[in-house]
């Protein structure tokens, strides 16, 4: 059905999404079914657009499992915005909340709180340029913390948790912008999850939050010094329509999640994920030629970040591969390198053709 030369995109971010997705919103560009107007057109306050985020907010606690005293909200201000929000909204006057530093985004995370309260740093990786996640053990934690902070995927350096750290009863805020919806999610063990949509869950212009409504009251009791828009209680009350949202990407998000559903849900994902993050980590780890910036245990199978020997040779490689059609294996401003970022709408075959590029490369090059 598609004329167009797509290329292999493994930017971090917008990123690749699915083409039936695509597909759809094209059809329907013209007229919404039933509507005769387009996603870009209608009010928020209609039914149609009701319906569209009634539809979204069930497919999303269908996929995750998200339990019932959890609310959903479909935010503005991108996963930045909730390195002020959470802070403002969950800081008790008094009160301090941990950080672990796994990488560049919770480092930023890290300081923003800073500017808003007592926020302590729990443990950091950064003496080892993030190339590893801090370990339980090294974990400093406050007791009667307000919350812990902690970074799902590090997208940049490319480390992932397999596993949750222990915080006790202390609720857990984490940002999942790179791997939300790329494996099942056990929600309640979090107090708040957010995420911008742009990477995993759909177009840029969203932030979903997934928060624990006991978590709320503390944003009621603030009501009258938080600004109205930077209340989550707020937004709940109004199910994400206090203002006009950003309905466009609302409805690619709710194709997105439809997409996953019609294709086996998160584990079906997540099996997924990790044969395409396999295929690669095994080309890096075959002879040498390519090296793996991230601590094995803690690769992540969404951002696959290497290096090559010099910079000179990475500069050919992005060059060449860009070439051939694989587009975005630039690593990031910051680090250097190569990433390949292989989300759930990045299609295997396309892993395939970059372990083809690589070898050759190689070939060509070693
Ligand atoms: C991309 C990213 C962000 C920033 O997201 P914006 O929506 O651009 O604000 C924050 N955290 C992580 C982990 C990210 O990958």
Do not use: C
């Amino acid at each position: 059905m598609t004329t167009v030369q797509r290329v292999l995109n493994f930017s971090a971010g917008p990123a690749v999404l699915p083409v039936p997705v695509l597909e759809e919103i094209q059809r329907d560009m013209l007229g919404l079914p039933g509507v005769g107007m387009s996603i870009l057109e209608v009010s928020h306050r209609s039914k149609a657009f009701e319906e569209i985020l009634a539809r979204t907010e069930a497919d999303i606690r269908a996929l995750a499992g998200v339990p019932a005293h959890y609310k959903l909200l479909f935010l503005q201000g991108g996963a930045s915005t909730q390195f002020s929000m959470v802070p403002m909204n969950l800081l008790s006057p008094g009160g301090a909340a941990d950080y672990i530093d796994s990488g560049s985004w919770a480092e930023k995370a890290y300081k923003e709180a800073k500017k808003i309260g007592n926020a302590k740093l729990a443990a950091s990786s950064k003496a080892d340029t993030y190339s590893h996640l801090p370990l339980q053990s090294e974990l400093a934690l406050t007791p009667n913390a307000d919350y812990v902070h902690m970074t799902s995927n590090n997208t940049i350096e490319g480390t992932e948790y397999k596993v949750l750290p222990d915080v006790g009863d202390v609720p857990l805020v984490s940002d999942t912008s790179s791997n939300m919806f790329s494996k099942p999610i056990d929600v309640a063990r979090h107090g708040l999850i957010y995420a911008g949509a742009q990477k995993n869950l759909g177009p840029s212009g969203v932030t979903l939050v997934i928060i624990r409504e006991d978590l709320l009251t503390r944003s009621l009791a603030k009501k009258a010094t938080l600004p109205t828009m930077l209340n989550y209680q707020v937004h709940a009350e109004n199910t994400s329509l206090y203002n006009t949202p950003p309905s466009f990407s609302i409805y690619v998000v709710g194709l997105v999640m439809k997409w996953l559903l019609a294709n086996g849900g998160l584990a079906a994902m997540a099996a997924t994920n990790e044969r395409k993050a396999g295929k690669l980590y095994a080309e890096i780890d075959r002879s040498g030629f390519y090296r793996g910036t991230a601590k094995k245990e803690d690769r992540s199978l969404m951002n696959v970040t290497f290096r090559l020997a010099t910079e000179e040779l990475e500069k050919k490689f992005v060059k060449e591969s860009t070439a051939a059609g694989l587009d975005g294996l630039k690593g990031h401003r910051s680090v250097g390198g190569m990433r390949a970022s292989i989300y759930n709408a990045f299609p295997e075959s396309g892993v395939d053709t970059l372990v083809a590029f690589m070898r050759e490369f190689e070939r060509t090059n070693g």
